[in-house]
C-alpha cells in the first residue's frame, strides 16, 4: 500500500525531554513537510524539505529540528526548547508543486 | 502575505441536500489550490486539486471550481450523506518565485460539516 505512515499515534513527552516523530512515505515523492494543527488554529508549517539532505524552516520552527538524509524519511524532533508542544502534528508529501498526501498524524501530549 | 479564508466555519445540513463550501485567498498568484477532508482525530484526505490554468474538478458527487482573479473556490457537495460530516479544509500553493522554493500549502482553518439524517 503507497502512502505515508507516521508513528507513533500517541505520544506523551515530560518537561524537559526530546521526543522524535516518525514520517516515512513510499510515494516516492521528493518534498517532505511537517505541519502542526492546534484547535482554532489551522495547520501551520514547521519545516519543510524538497530533496535529501536539504530543509528550510516554515513558520513555527523554534523549538524543533529536522533532518532528511533519505528521500523516504523525515523524522521530527521536538526539543525541550519547546515551550508548548503538545498539539496535533501531521506529515505531508508531494511531488514538487503537485498534489500533497498527508499521514494519519501524532498526538503529542506533555505530562 | 497570502491568507486563505473559509466561510462559514460550522454548517448543518439536512440530508440529501446539496451544498456549497467557500474559500477566498488574497493573492491570486497561486499554482494549486487544493482541498481536502478531515475526520475527528484523523489526517488529511485530499479530495480534489485544481491547477491555477483549469477552472473546475469533480470527482463523484463533488465538484470544485476556481476564480484565479476573484481568489475564490468553491466545493459542491451534490446530495449530502451522513457520512460526509467531517472538516473541508483548503489550501492554495503560491507560485513558485524564481531562484526561490517551491510554495508551500497555505491552509483556511476549515469548514466543519454536519449532515443529519
Known amino acids: 500500500d503507497g502512502g505515508i505512515t507516521q508513528s507513533p499515534k500517541y505520544l506523551f513527552r515530560k518537561e524537559g525531554q526530546n521526543v522524535t516523530l516518525s514520517c516515512e512515505q513510499n510515494l516516492n515523492h521528493d518534498a517532505m513537510y511537517w505541519y502542526r494543527q492546534d484547535p482554532g488554529q489551522g495547520l501551520r508549517l514547521i519545516y519543510y524539505s524538497q530533496i535529501v539532505n536539504d530543509f528550510q524552516k516554515g513558520d513555527i520552527a523554534e523549538g524543533y529540528s529536522v533532518s532528511r538524509e533519505k528521500k523516504e524519511s523525515f523524522p521530527l524532533t521536538v526539543t525541550s526548547a519547546q515551550k508548548n508542544p503538545t498539539a496535533f502534528y501531521l506529515c505531508?508529501?508531494?511531488?514538487?508543486?503537485?498534489?500533497?498526501?498527508f499521514g494519519q498524524g501524532t498526538r503529542l501530549t506533555v505530562v | 502575505k497570502q491568507e486563505v479564508t473559509q466561510i462559514p466555519a460550522a454548517l448543518s445540513v439536512p440530508e440529501g441536500e446539496n451544498l456549497v463550501l467557500n474559500c477566498s485567498f488574497t493573492d491570486s498568484a497561486i499554482y494549486n489550490l487544493q482541498w481536502f477532508r478531515q475526520d475527528p482525530g484523523k489526517g488529511l484526505t485530499s479530495l480534489l486539486l485544481?491547477?491555477?490554468?483549469?477552472r473546475e474538478q469533480t470527482s463523484g458527487r463533488l465538484n470544485a471550481s476556481l476564480d484565479k482573479s476573484s481568489g475564490r473556490s468553491t466545493l459542491y457537495i451534490a446530495a449530502s450523506q451522513p457520512g460526509d460530516s467531517a472538516t473541508y479544509l483548503c489550501?492554495?500553493?503560491?507560485?513558485?518565485?524564481?531562484?526561490?522554493?517551491?510554495?508551500?500549502?497555505?491552509f483556511g482553518k476549515g469548514t466543519k460539516l454536519s449532515v443529519k439524517p
Open positions: 489550501a492554495v500553493r503560491p507560485t513558485p518565485t524564481y531562484g526561490g522554493s517551491q510554495g508551500n500549502l497555505i
Open positions: 505531508a508529501s508531494s511531488p514538487s508543486w503537485g498534489e500533497a498526501f
Open positions: 485544481i491547477q491555477s490554468s483549469q
